[in-house]
């Protein structure tokens, strides 16, 4: 790759030459035009009349800029670049609007998104454009466990008559009029899901309503419970060779099982999410793991080949590493052993093309039996730890004064195995600072034993998700170590992780929440990124508990760094840490290429990059603080093409 590359830029290298030499006249300017033409030398397109904030390490601006071969050739101003175009070059108005990098989401899932998306929110659709009835999700609602149980019921009977027998169906549950309301009333009912909790939802009662077809139940939260019946078990069992539970069913299930032998299908289903979600936002790279679905590597190498993917793609390799014993909530952690595969897995991060590439190894939900804190509860803080998912849901949480023995936490060996195999790791759940605490034990131990050295963790450049909640303390040991954490945002508020942390421990310290400016005043460089579905669909199709004011708008989660308030409750959390505008664009561009090991390519708009960059209708950087909500990404474009188009642009 690196051969080619250089190649590349001495051939354009060579070309420009003759564009920028002196202009011949009459014959042999004619001759020279037609060389340049035969060579295809000239920019493929240019952009004109635009405010283009490059994200250099200048914070340069620009009025045009030349893209050929999907890279940039030249910057500069509009008379400069106009002068360049030849006779089929595109040109690119930007009528005075603001342009900035592709936006980069280091942290969002969009295959997962799009199950509930297109199989719920869009059944109808999905289950005609892909001729297939199974290929719907239907919803069980109510305002009581019992009206939510009967509608169950009906759903199932009513299914099982309509498909037959050996036909999947899939029934969310949801109740209330929110997500907050639906977790308390819809966990419960799970087995086992809640400490003490009622647990209707086992495998026998799901075996009793459908005893000739595969049965799968969710919570509509995509974090929460699931269960599924002994024909799903058989199923999978069958299909995929292990049980897949929680987030990997809902993946494995769709992916690996309905469109199994359907490849075509399937990557139309993913690049219609891609455009519909992504791309219209702004996004032109993202990053996850596979969630237990590493067919869907198939689906986008598909889409690559043929030139159909709209969007970059840094991948981890990984996914939840349960054993899949039970296929229930102890199949989505991180406790499987790894050590063996590690070891001989190799170092390939930064390999690959330039819309695919690995970026190192992921153990998402490591974190089990590692949170903890040393703040003080409130009085009247309930204690609702050790139930379901407890690191990820909150509550009161174990002190970090009582030692914990690392060695016996499979998710902690599995994340060291890597490292000590000479991985690149990341993509780390943080919800508490217990989380960090272990971390910078492990990497203080590497570097104690002459393993690694400081540079060498520092080049590592370890990503730490989600980080709702961080010790000030903590701050300048993850930027020494180079640590870049991810932020989402809407994980400080609600009734769960930072939003559940505050509640029971108080406002005293909101100065925990999310401290995104302290580390980079530390010297780090946190990132931006969302974890959400970006599409307004119904509550009920959710897939976090966002505010409705973000539905579907990647600019109000923005918005969010540099105000710090919540529209959900107008509160403003941690107001010391807002964001300055250049800064927080940084986070959301050029540190986020640094994050997925791309920043020679990705990230900001320099010649030599790849030409990814959006057109906003109003100026990010100069507009109220509180209108940033407002802004609409009007183009997208990808390597020099035109991936979205608003229609009023």
Same mark, same amino acid.
């Given at each position: 790759?690196?051969?080619? $590359? ?29 060389? =340049? ?50 006779? #089929? ?7 005075? #609007?603001?342009?900035? /990098? ?34 719907? +999700? ?20 009513? #299914? ?15 109740? $209330? ?10 966990? /419960? ?33 995509? +974090? ?29 299930? /769709? ?7 359907? =490849? ?42 043929? $030139? ?68 003080? /509860? ?17 509550? =009161? ?62 080049? =590592? ?15 300048? #040991? ?129 010649? $030599? ?41």
């Amino acid at each position: 790759m690196k051969r080619i $590359g250089l190649l590349s830029l001495a051939l354009s290298s060579c070309i420009w030459v003759l564009i920028l030499a002196p202009p011949a006249r009459g014959q042999r300017g004619t001759d020279e035009a037609r060389k =340049l033409e035969r060579l295809n030398a000239y920019p493929d397109v240019i952009v004109v009349n635009g405010k283009i904030h490059t994200m250099d390490a200048r914070l340069s601006q620009v009025q045009g800029m030349a893209i050929r071969n999907h890279r940039i050739i030249a910057l500069g101003t509009d008379d400069e670049i106009r002068q360049l175009a030849g006779p #089929r070059t595109e040109v690119l108005d930007a009528i005075g #609007r603001t342009i900035t /990098p592709g936006l980069i989401d280091s942290h969002t899932h969009p295959h997962v998104w799009a199950v509930e998306h297109w199989l719920g929110a869009e059944g109808d659709f999905s289950a005609q454009k892909y001729r297939d009835p199974q290929m719907q +999700i239907f919803y069980a609602k109510g305002n009581d466990p019992v009206e939510i149980l009967r509608s169950v019921e009906r759903i199932v009977l009513e #299914r099982s008559k309509s498909l037959g027998p050996g036909k999947w169906i899939w029934v969310a549950l949801f109740g $209330g009029s929110n997500i907050s309301e639906s977790r308390k009333l819809v966990w /419960p009912l799970f087995q086992p899901a809640v400490e003490g909790a009622i647990g209707t939802i086992s495998r026998e009662f799901l075996d009793t309503l459908a005893p000739n077809n595969p049965l799968l139940v969710f919570a509509s939260e995509a +974090i929460g419970p699931e269960a599924h019946n002994t024909k799903a078990q058989e199923e999978m069992m069958k299909i995929l060779g292990f049980e897949a539970g929680g987030l990997n069913a809902r993946s494995a299930v /769709p992916y690996d099982i309905f469109f199994r032998g359907r =490849l075509e299908d399937a990557a139309d289903f993913v690049k219609r999410e891609l455009l519909t979600c992504l791309v219209p936002q702004g996004i032109t790279t993202f990053s996850n793991h596979y969630y237990g679905t590493p067919s869907i590597m198939k689906v986008f190498r598909q889409l690559y080949e043929r $030139g159909e993917l709209p969007v970059r793609w840094g991948w981890w390799e990984g996914t939840l590493w349960g054993n899949q014993l039970r296929g229930r909530a102890d199949s989505i952690g991180d406790n499987g052993d790894m050590r063996f595969f590690y070891r001989n897995l190799g170092d390939f991060r930064g390999i690959g093309n330039d819309y695919i590439w690995n970026v190192g190894v992921s153990n998402e939900a490591w974190e089990t039996g590692l949170s903890c804190t040393a703040a003080k /509860p409130l009085k009247t803080a309930a204690d609702v730890s050790g139930g379901f998912m407890m690191d990820i849901v909150g509550g =009161l949480r174990p002190d970090c004064s009582v030692p914990v023995d690392y060695d016996q936490l499979g998710g902690y060996r599995n994340v060291q195995a890597a490292l000590e195999s000479g991985l690149r790791i990341g993509f780390l759940h943080a919800y508490s600072e217990g989380t960090y605490e272990a971390l910078l034990h492990m990497l203080d131990q590497e570097i104690a034993s002459g393993r690694m050295t400081l540079d060498q963790v520092r080049a =590592l450049r370890i990503s730490t998700e989600h980080n709702p909640i961080m010790r000030p303390d903590e701050v300048k #040991r993850l930027a020494r170590y180079n640590i870049m954490p991810g932020f989402n945002g809407y994980q400080v508020q609600g009734d769960i992780k930072g939003g559940g942390f505050l509640k029971a421990y108080g406002e005293q310290y909101m100065n925990w929440i999310a401290p995104m400016k302290s580390l980079v005043d530390a010297g780090a460089h946190p990132v931006f990124n969302t974890d959400s579905h970006l599409h307004k669909v119904p509550i009920w199709s959710k897939d976090m508990d966002y505010p409705a004011e973000w539905d579907g708008n990647i600019w109000a989660y923005i918005e969010f760094f540099v105000t710090r308030r919540m529209p959900s409750d107008s509160v403003t959390y941690n107001a010391e840490e807002r964001m300055d505008r250049n800064t927080m664009m940084k986070s959301a561009t050029i540190w986020g290429a640094e994050q997925l090991l791309n920043e020679k390519n990705i990230g900001s708009l320099e010649v $030599g990059k790849l030409a990814d960059f959006i057109v906003l209708d109003k100026d990010f950087f100069t507009i109220p603080e509180d209108q940033i909500h407002t802004i609409k990404t009007l183009l997208t474009v990808v390597g020099g093409k035109t991936v979205y188009k608003d229609p009023n642009y």
